[in-house]
């Protein structure tokens, strides 16, 4: 329900523009939908607004019931709080009551406890950074990046009368969040800065033999753009989980057990933490072994090469996810760069 | 640019000045909304063929197979990269849930037993679960209950994709629900009714409504899954864990009942194939060290250690390797590079090693003379002697051109080759000698060995078979039938005793502390009849389950399946083998057994071991009960003041005495205890003529003299009456008639009573050097470390105290998360009152 404006008999002007910018000028607020970078720095950024919003701003607005909480807020406060709450009530649960346990019951308790914890913080990395398996190959292969960045301007209705401040909000979104409705216009370059209009489309065309000097470069990228889209989400999903679950399988394996006795984040104590972390590179290592090479002693074939099918079935999905995601069947037809021959004259009706 | 964009062709289609332009009168009081949709140039969306979903339980297989099916072909669709929004959606769930079974499984094959494997999975579905039904019980039900809508209700758009009514808060279908639903809706958000647009009130309070939930929703989910699922885990454990056992029950009675098929299972034809290879390759062959190594090796492997180190020494009389030698013209060349490899040590010039080491020529012109060439020698020193005789004439005539330290070295080398560094090892000129045994890998030999490699390997597959099946019954691992026994017994037992919160926590503390709170806890049980009635008809039950249990285990019996299968595997391999010359081990496999085979002793043997090992666990967990029932019921003897020893005729203080020391004994005694009969320190100067009864206050002894005042105690070394005594009033005495009435019946009331006669006669006679007299009846009888030790079984004081750990750190998660579950559940619950509770519009337009 749009509600109406009704500001007009006070006699001010609304504002749909950031007051952040307004007083730094830097840049960091946007007066219309930017595309941005797709960079370290980016990503960190767009990652500590969603948390940090996730945590305050967006539960606020839902609980109020907020007519301007959106969809956007909900996903991004579901891809974070109940993840990071979740993740340390589930360490609390196999640790912090076993402290009140005998000294034996403690150990065992604990060999179990520290490993559920290292499974859930392995997950929760791994789970993103394994996504540069499956995208950056197809970045690399085919020039399309899907993970591209923009910031995305939302203006919101008044809640009350006297709502007359910074009416807009900053939404970080992806070109190619939705398949269905990616956003194609952002692609396009802005000849004010002296871009050309196809420039991205061109280089993608390029890259994928479509032809180059094409009229219309972004009318044929667009539904390889798609199908590279589409197939490389797909692998992410089943990549990256498959990749966070080794994770865990990883932190169940015994040599970590060598690391749980030696740890510390006492950094001020240099001798002690040095020695730390040099346990934990061996006991990484080890693990690492132990989970391909599996119980040695064990009769079944399946239980003696469980690490290594599951090794093996994690590269496979990710190798099958590129390689599906490369092989593009959406190509036009009888795609020719010379159907108007530069050379000879031709008249345009 | 060329659009194809409807809306726009519209407008400019229409923006003709000829063409009628909508008016939208606004500020008309009396809107007509036929007249409005009745004109012609009103764009309207088409009309939707949505629908909310209203499922209940009961379609829940049906919309799951349908899920299954869009998924699928949403997967099928990804591939070819033709999916949409929706699908992809959808499938990354279905990424997540196969990330998930692929851990679980993974995680599966890593655990041990069938309960911890089980458990992955059983986490996995309680996890997702958990995520599924947190939402629906605790805020979907209760904001229905209070608000009279599902603030998740679920609708399928157009293309029959499944979604949330309430995800987008800013694209709601409203149009799905009919006007009178949303009036029912409104009269239950006690929205007036006499209110202008009041659909759109009542959608913009359920919009509040149900976005509120949303977020309480993402806000709970975080602490709810987590813990929902640990104590889902929790509250199976106890079924899944009599499932599993009696599955692993199943499965160990169809291996003896289907032992051929379980036997055959197991293949040695890899084994078998390399043996013949072996055996092929060294036909007529000499018999070497090496040769006779890898057949024992290829024998031996999966036959556990007696056995196999009779196998090996049989194989050495089969296979001699040892008793004559080949000496032919090749001997000479070997020889030479015997020498010439020692010498080559000692980095003397090479020319100097040449003219030391024994010319061919030499060699064989000595050998030949003496007959010590192309034949078959038992002896060797001949050899040696000629090769040494050569060898030291080669040095004496090189002598004079070698300095001091070349002489040294030459005269060092030529000892090395004569004498072993090691003892019990050929020195490298006999090594060179023994070369070519002269036993050869005869036919008749290779079928002795395939004879005896055939019936090695069935016996493995059968010991196997056998040996799984006493794992799973009666092993001291984790969940076997006996351990899952142990748990249940020990945890109903002593459930059944009622120890409070602070009981627990404090006996969990330390050994003395359990064993002192156990005690008084008995003592007040044996205190009261009733209690003590109650108590001991559920040890009664525990022990008859136990009964039951065990005797289908029991080896003695005839009918006992386990022994018969043992008798006639161990029987028949030892038969075979000491047929085929194999003595040693058919005995380490049957038993000692005379020149012609007949049994003389099972014992030490494999099939002993394998008859004993269930016996004595068995054993072992009966005892340890039996003792429990044996200290309640002495208790209640005490308590009562009945039984001989308690009514016999003696010194108060000494009856003191000895009951404490009865009390003490039962609750925490061990093995040695009994063994150096029972240390304790007594009143040397006891009043003996005071031969009153002692006094019982509620199951306790009020003592008169033991422990009241001040006089010096020492251990009585020589009153054997004592012992004798003590152990009478713990294991001698009849029973309380109470305790008998309520269990003579059960079943295993005689297998009790032996319980009791044993542990009188074997532990009181066990002969103590310093106490030689100490025996009961002062009969001594010859027993076994082992058998005094399962005798004993586990005092219950130590099994108290193991028990109250379990039982506190059980308490202690349950009494945390349980804690933290409850407020997280009030806190969802009573956030429900506060929800929908916005400053309504109308209201405030009812103010103006």
Not at chain 2, 810 to 820: M, R
Request: proline residues 4%; charged residues 25%.
């Amino acid at each position: 329900m749009i509600l109406p404006i009704s500001n007009f008999r006070e006699n001010r002007n609304l504002t749909f523009k950031s007051e952040q910018k307004e007083k730094s000028g830097t840049g960091s607020a946007y007066d219309e939908d930017t595309l941005l970078t797709n960079n370290f720095a980016t990503r960190t950024r767009i990652g500590l607004d969603k948390l940090a919003k996730a945590f305050s701003i967006y539960p606020a607005k839902g609980i109020k019931g907020s007519i301007n909480s959106n969809f956007y807020e909900f996903l991004t406060l579901g891809q974070n709080v109940p993840f990071i709450i979740g993740s340390i009530t589930l360490i609390s649960i196999f640790n912090s009551v076993n402290k009140h346990f005998s000294h034996n019951a403690l150990k065992k308790a604990a060999k179990l406890g520290n490993k559920m914890a290292l499974g859930v913080l392995l997950y929760a990395l791994t789970k993103e950074a394994s996504k540069v398996l499956t995208t950056k190959p197809i970045q690399m292969l085919t020039g399309i990046d899907t993970e591209i960045p923009y910031a995305k301007v939302n203006y919101f209705i008044q809640e009350h009368p006297n709502d007359f401040d910074d009416l807009t909000s900053i939404e970080y979104h992806k070109v190619g969040e939705s398949v269905d409705f990616p956003r194609w216009d952002l692609l396009y370059g802005d000849p004010k800065k002296g871009e050309a209009r196809n420039f991205r489309y061109d280089k993608i065309a390029q890259k994928n033999g479509l032809g180059t000097n094409l009229n219309d470069s972004d009318q044929d990228v667009k539904p390889v753009y798609k199908e590279v889209l589409v197939k490389s989400k797909i692998a992410k999903s089943f990549s990256s989980f498959l990749w966070a679950v080794t994770a865990v399988a990883l932190a169940f394996q015994k040599p970590w057990e060598d690391y749980f006795n030696a740890a510390t984040l006492k950094f001020w104590k240099g001798k002690d933490f040095l020695h730390s972390l040099k346990v934990l590179g061996r006991s990484f290592v080890r693990s690492c072994k132990s989970l391909y090479n599996g119980t040695s002693s064990a009769k079944s074939p399946l239980i003696k090469h469980a690490g290594k099918t599951l090794l093996g079935l994690t590269a496979l999905t990710t190798i099958l996810g590129v390689v599906n995601s490369v092989h593009m069947t959406k190509k036009p037809q009888n795609y020719n760069n010379n159907v108007i021959d530069p050379k000879k004259e031709s008249v345009v009706c | 640019m060329r659009t194809t964009n409807l809306l726009q062709s519209y407008i400019n289609n229409h923006n003709s000045p000829n063409i009628q332009q909508y008016q939208s009168d606004k500020v008309s009081r009396d809107f007509d909304v036929h007249r409005e949709l009745a004109n012609r140039t009103f764009i309207k969306p088409l009309p939707s063929n949505g629908k909310l979903i209203h499922t209940t339980i009961m379609d829940y297989p049906a919309e799951i197979q349908k899920d299954i099916k869009y998924d699928m072909k949403a997967f099928v669709h990804a591939i070819k990269g033709e999916a949409n929004d929706h699908e992809l959606g959808r499938l990354n769930d279905v990424a997540m849930k196969f990330g998930g079974l692929v851990l679980a499984a993974y995680l599966f094959t890593v655990k041990q037993t069938p309960k911890t494997k089980l458990f992955e999975f059983i986490g996995f579905g309680t996890f997702f679960a958990a995520m599924d039904l947190w939402p629906k019980l605790f805020i979907q039900l209760p904001a229905q209950l209070l608000h009279g809508f599902n603030v998740r209700q679920k609708y399928e758009d157009n293309y029959g994709r499944k979604k949330m009514f309430f995800q987008d808060h800013q694209f709601i279908p409203w149009d799905l629900y009919s006007d009178k639903e949303i009036n029912d809706i409104g009269d239950r958000l006690n929205i007036p009714k006499n209110i202008p647009n009041r659909r759109n009130a009542i959608q913009e309070k359920m919009r509040q409504i149900a976005l509120q939930n949303n977020t309480l929703w993402m806000l709970t989910a975080g602490f709810a899954t987590p813990l929902m699922s640990a104590l889902m885990c929790n509250l199976v454990e106890k079924p899944v864990n009599k499932f599993t056992d009696s599955r692993m029950d199943k499965f160990a009675n169809k291996l003896l009942s289907n032992f051929k098929n379980e036997v055959e299972k197991y293949d040695f034809s890899k084994q078998r194939a390399e043996l013949d290879k072996l055996l092929k390759d060294n036909t007529n062959k000499p018999i070497t060290k090496e040769l006779r190594k890898a057949i024992f090796e290829n024998l031996s492997d999966g036959l556990d250690k007696v056995v196999a180190d009779a196998l090996e020494k049989d194989l050495g009389f089969l296979l001699p390797t040892d008793k004559s030698y080949k000496i032919s013209d090749s001997s000479i060349t070997n020889i030479q590079n015997t020498v010439r490899e020692v010498f080559k040590q000692s980095k003397l010039p090479e020319n100097i090693i040449e003219r030391i080491i024994p010319k061919a020529e030499a060699l064989t012109e000595r050998f030949t003379s003496t007959g010590l060439l192309n034949g078959t020698y038992e002896e060797l020193s001949e050899h040696s002697k000629a090769i040494q005789d050569i060898l030291f004439k080669n040095i004496e005539e090189l002598t004079p051109e070698l300095d001091a330290n070349q002489q040294k070295l030459v005269k060092f080398h030529a000892r090395r080759l004569i004498h072993s560094p090691q003892l019990n090892q050929d020195a490298p000129l006999f090594k060179t000698l023994k070369f070519e045994p002269a036993e050869t890998l005869s036919a008749s030999t290779i079928r002795t060995l395939e004879t005896v490699a055939d019936k090695l390997n069935t016996f493995k597959a059968e010991n196997s078979v056998l040996n799984r099946y006493a794992f799973i019954k009666v092993a001291q691992a984790p969940e076997t039938g006996l351990a899952n026994i142990w748990n249940h017994m020990s945890d109903e037992m002593f459930k059944a005793m009622k120890f409070t919160k602070d009981e627990i926590r404090m006996a969990r503390i330390d050994n003395e502390i359990a064993s002192k709170i156990l005690r008084e806890k008995m003592e007040s049980i044996v205190a009261d009849k009733n209690s003590y009635g109650k108590f001991i008809t559920k040890m009664g039950e525990l022990l008859s389950s136990l009964h039951s249990r065990t005797v289908p285990l029991d080896t003695s019996q005839e009918r006992n399946m386990y022994s018969s299968i043992v008798n006639s595997s161990c029987d028949t391999a030892a038969n075979t083998l000491f047929g085929k010359g194999m003595k040693y081990t058919a005995s380490a496999i049957a038993g000692v057994m005379d020149d012609n085979g007949n049994l003389i002793s099972p014992r030490t043997s494999a099939k002993h071991v394998m008859l004993t090992y269930v016996d004595d666990r068995i054993k072992g967990v009966k005892s340890s009960f039996y003792r429990f029932l044996n200290l309640a019921d002495l208790y209640y003897r005490v308590a009562h003041l009945e039984g001989e020893t308690i009514n016999r005729s003696i010194p108060r203080e000494v009856k003191e005495e000895m009951v404490e020391l009865a009390k003490t004994v039962t609750l925490e005694g061990h093995t040695a205890d009994f063994a150096v009969k029972f240390w304790q320190l007594r009143n040397p100067e006891a009043k003996l003529d005071d031969i009153s009864q002692i006094e019982v206050q509620n199951g306790k002894v009020i003592n008169k003299y033991l422990g009241v005042g001040e006089h010096s105690t020492v251990e009585f070394s020589n009153d054997r009456h004592y012992f004798d005594a003590v152990m009478k009033l713990m294991y001698g005495d009849n029973l309380h008639p109470d305790t008998v009435q309520k269990l003579e019946n059960s079943g295993f009331w005689g297998d009790f009573k032996k319980y009791r006669q044993d542990v009188l006669e074997i532990l009181g006679g066990e002969k103590y050097f310093a106490k030689p007299n100490h025996l009961v009846n002062g009969i001594e009888r010859a027993s076994s470390s082992e058998e005094r030790f399962l005798l004993t079984g586990s005092a219950p004081a130590d099994m108290a105290y193991k028990a109250f750990h379990n039982m506190f750190n059980s308490g202690k998660w349950f009494s945390a998360f349980g804690k933290l579950g409850a407020g997280l559940v009030g806190v969802t619950l009573l956030a429900q009152f506060f929800i929908g509770r916005n400053k309504n519009p109308w209201k405030k337009e009812a103010k103006q």
